[in-house]
């Protein structure tokens, strides 16, 4: 199965920063140094959203909520996939996750809570 990790969310205060990181688990290493990569997060009480995508060849996408702020990378000899987040804004807390673009359905981790508040 296609099986992602997520790590690196925490409690910060608005203005701070997290880096958080995706570990993809056997197979899914191979499929994910592939195909396109993306975060994902969602708010209580909203729907999953793509903040963020990657492709093998290293070009990117944000939603224009996290332009600027955000910067997703992967680092290709360890297949680990990163989200830098800078200027964090309460807004930005939701459990975020990461998945293919699309996302495999069946491949939804646990996540990792960022939680952005004084």
């Known amino acids: 199965q296609v099986q992602f990790v997520e790590s690196g969310g925490a409690l910060v205060q608005p203005g701070g920063s997290l880096r958080l990181s995706c570990q993809p688990l056997?197979?899914?290493?191979?499929?994910?140094?592939?195909?396109?990569m993306g975060w994902y997060r969602q708010a209580p009480g909203k729907q999953r959203e793509l903040v963020a995508s990657?492709?093998?060849?290293?070009?990117?996408n944000y939603t224009d909520s996290v332009k600027g702020r955000f910067t997703v990378s992967r680092d290709n000899a360890k297949k680990t996939l990163y989200l830098q987040m800078n200027s964090l804004k309460p807004e930005d807390t939701a459990v975020y996750y990461c998945?293919?673009?699309?996302?495999?359905?069946?491949?939804w981790g646990q996540g990792t809570q960022v939680s952005v508040s004084s």
């Open positions: 056997g197979v899914s290493g191979i499929i994910s140094s592939i195909y396109v």
């Open positions: 998945n293919l673009q699309p996302p495999i359905e069946r491949s």
């Open positions: 990657i492709a093998r060849g290293g070009n990117t």
